[in-house]
């Protein structure tokens, strides 16, 4: 049993290793530099909040946090009731009127 669990061990430990290897290797790009040799300007950054800017709207965020309060309310009241049903099961248990 303990050198099934030996073998099982080395080979856990030699597929980590080259999980972490291929990893660390797809990562590295040789170089210090960075790979697009060109750094990110403000115009780019503006670009991308301009079609954020776009998308977003206060409609839009309005409709995500009622969703997310009705959402909210719905799983309070599931957990209000599951543990009122709990209660009165174990009270029903505890006091014979209800038997295994």
Do not use: C, H
């Amino acid at each position: 049993m303990k050198e099934k669990l030996k073998m099982i061990g080395a080979k856990v430990a030699a597929g980590t290793s080259a999980v972490l290897a291929s990893v660390s290797m797809a990562f590295a790009t040789g170089s210090s530099e960075p790979s697009g040799g060109s750094a990110v300007s403000s115009a780019d950054i503006a670009s991308v909040l301009e079609a954020l800017r776009a998308q977003i709207s206060v409609a839009s965020v309005i409709e995500i946090v009622a969703y997310v309060l009705a959402a909210g309310i719905g799983l309070v009241f599931m957990w209000w009731a599951a543990r009122k049903l709990i209660k009165t099961f174990m009270g029903a248990f505890r006091s014979g009127r209800l038997n295994s």
